[in-house]
């Protein structure tokens, strides 16, 4: 197999390079260095015909700008979210430097440090181009199962728009508002996710399965996401910058969510939980739009 280069060694990017060295020969780099025998300056990973990006969703573009140069590259995005400061997906981003059909975007349940332990995931590599989704999903090692789909907007909104739901889980247990609750939160908010995907021509299909029900299932019930774990800060009444600096990783939902409140203004889309999780970001009491979430 050929080689990957893996940019940005967050904790996704890490576990990436990790899984993918089963049966690639894979170099990472990142801003910062690390002491990885595989880690590699800037220049050389973009040299790789196959790039694996895990730079978030926030900060993309700018990094594209200022780095990236086309020269034939396939690229697997592994980020979630949508930019929060245009409400752009990230396909419309990528798509402005790499033609579509050397894009492939992944999603599915899949918390980075359980692909560090070799837990068995199984996830979907996206992309209008057949053959580029098949080689990408040909690099993934024996514990984890690959998909393919067309579906690049489904998945990417599947993909961002569950990082929302889960801060809603996240208050949701915050505070203590019980199982009957969190199982509705998660069901109303797959279909909200669905009706928005339907606006953007993504598939049912998507939202069914690993990108959508699966990822929000997993993000939405568990501790383990960083999203979630922004909802328990906001029901405990910390504002969301504080929440950041505790928690010093990347939280897609709370740029995602200021994204989904711009677009459902612009396109009068109804996003009732979305709307709420960007209320409370903005300061509004949980408890209040707990009410107004029952009361609609
Ligand atoms: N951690 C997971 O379990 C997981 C799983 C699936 C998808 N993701 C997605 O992957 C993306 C990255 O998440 P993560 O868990 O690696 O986050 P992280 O907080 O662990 O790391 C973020 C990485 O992005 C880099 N970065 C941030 N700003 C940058 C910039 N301006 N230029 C260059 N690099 C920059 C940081 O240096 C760091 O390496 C997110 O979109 C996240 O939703 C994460
Ligand atoms: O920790 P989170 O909330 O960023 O979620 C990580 C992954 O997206 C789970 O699939």
């Not at 009957?180 to 049912?204: H, K, P, W």
């Amino acid at each position: 197999m050929g080689k990957i280069g893996v940019i940005g060694a967050g904790k996704w990017g890490e576990a990436l390079s990790y899984a993918l060295s089963e049966k690639n020969e894979v170099i990472i780099t990142s801003r910062t260095s690390r002491p990885w025998p595989n880690f590699r300056a800037l220049d050389e990973v973009l040299k790789c015909e196959y790039l694996v990006i895990a730079i978030p969703a926030q900060q993309i573009a700018q990094w594209l700008k200022e780095h990236f140069v086309f020269s034939g590259q396939k690229i697997l995005v592994a980020a979630k979210g949508i930019e929060a400061s245009s409400g752009r997906f990230l396909n419309d981003i990528y798509k402005e430097y790499v033609p579509e059909e050397n894009l492939a975007f992944l999603s599915g349940p899949s918390f980075a440090v359980e692909v560090m332990k070799k837990l068995p995931t199984a996830l979907v590599v996206n992309s209008l181009s057949k053959d580029t989704s098949g080689e990408f999903a040909a690099f993934f090692p024996s514990f984890i199962r690959t998909y393919t789909s067309e579906d690049v907007i489904g998945a990417e909104i599947a993909g961002a728009y569950k990082n929302v739901i889960a801060i809603a889980a996240g208050i949701c247990e915050g505070l203590s508002l019980g199982h009957n609750a969190a199982a509705s939160l998660i069901a109303r908010g797959l279909v909200e996710m669905e009706r928005f995907g339907r606006a953007y021509g993504a598939t049912q299909e998507s939202f069914l399965g690993l990108s959508g029900a699966g990822d929000l299932f997993l993000t939405a019930s568990s501790s383990m996401s960083r999203n979630y774990r922004v909802g328990l800060g906001l029901a405990q009444g910390k504002d969301k910058d504080t929440i950041c600096i505790e928690i010093g990783e990347v939280s897609e939902g709370i740029g995602t969510a200021y994204a989904l409140h711009e677009i459902a203004q612009e396109r009068g889309i109804y996003l009732p939980i979305a709307s709420e999780v960007y209320a409370i970001l903005e300061g509004k009491s949980p408890r209040q739009s707990l009410k107004d979430l029952i009361e609609r």
